[in-house]
DNA sequence: CTTTACATACATTCATGTATGTATGTATTA
DNA sequence: TAATACATACATACATGAATGTATGTAAAG
């Protein structure tokens, strides 16, 4: 059986995009070959050039599939209305860190962006699309750390820049070092209250 | 000319530390043949399997000359003994960051593990020992975080853990974003408000 | 009948590891 | 102290495998 359905064909990029991930997380992008691949999706090489222009092009697929939806959700400029920026703020990093603590497809491809890949060459166009997607939230995020400031939710001497950049490490930091080694420390767990450790710093003259 | 007295050989050896850290930091270290190396360093790979075994033994070679010091400045038992462990802290974190910031070798070599490497198979030393000598740091820094607890530096509802992976995540994400592009902030000027943030709000009640 | 959705087969390029060559430093011996 | 023997510090050459991209085959969908 050679030709399929168009549902079907996109039934085989899915799971050809499902046993990237596997594959990815185990061995890391690099050490990986697009055979195995193939063989973990139970297809031949020949279905994975038909889908997709070589390894990069793969690896930009699972990426986007998985982080497009989220990114979205955090680029929500219905942030700036909140009564409470703060608060609103708050809750958009805390779902996002839950959302990663809870879902494994997330962890799987977080744990291979940041530790089983090298941001560099022909994985460049995914470098780009994170340094972008990276910007507009700190953009994004500044606003609403100047409105908090204007509100007197933030003391007067912190620099919303710096707030922002800070928050951005905390949890980008935090990431990092769960998706490292998940049984460091439980993630769900410690979220909330690094984060209002942070945000009550905010706060202090 | 072949045979060379210790001395050249020694430094042949960091020349081919120096080519490895440039070309790695070009390339990624994935995508770069020990050939490659070679010719950066101006020698032929022969030279490099004579004084590193493989690609991996060289990485961590590299890795090693430069966090193997600093690592241990970072883990002074006397951080303990200090009136205001707090303070120390701060002054530790504040050290190391700043260290990164100036030393464009430190900044190098940083960028390639967080950015430009793998943490997978044949790599798992480099990952070993990086996890054995955080665990070390989580210890210490626990130990120095329950300390300022009992002296009132602290809130009483925090848990040193948490406290203490706050931080790290702080740190950590710093050094995160900052080598992801080292012109999105500069990281000598928002260290210090940014980590006196964090433990301001470990004072807060 | 044409295009799609793959499987198969092929050619080519590299990177690796090892084996070997070789000239020089260094220790030993006489 | 000079001759010798051995180890060192590489360079060169080779064999092998593996991964990639492409070209072609093919059966069914549209």
Sequence with gaps: MVRKTKEEAQETR???LDAA???FHAQGVARTS?????EAAGVTRGAIYWHFANKADLFDAMMQRVIGPAEAGCLDPALLEAADPLAAVRGLALDFLMQVARDPQHQRVFE???HKSEYVGEMADARDRHLDCARRHRVLLEAAMRKSQEKGLIAPHHRPQVAVEG???LIDGLLLNWT???GLFPLADYAA???DT???GLRTV
Excluded: F, T
């Design 14 to 16: 899915h799971r050809i």
């Design 21 to 23: 991930e596997r594959v």
């Design 34 to 38: 697009l055979a195995q691949v193939a």
């Design 112 to 114: 291979i962006a940041i």
């Design 167 to 169: 928050l951005i490490a």
């Design 180 to 182: 490292l080694d998940n």
């Design 193 to 195: 209250p690094i984060i």
């Design 198 to 200: 942070y945000l009550a």
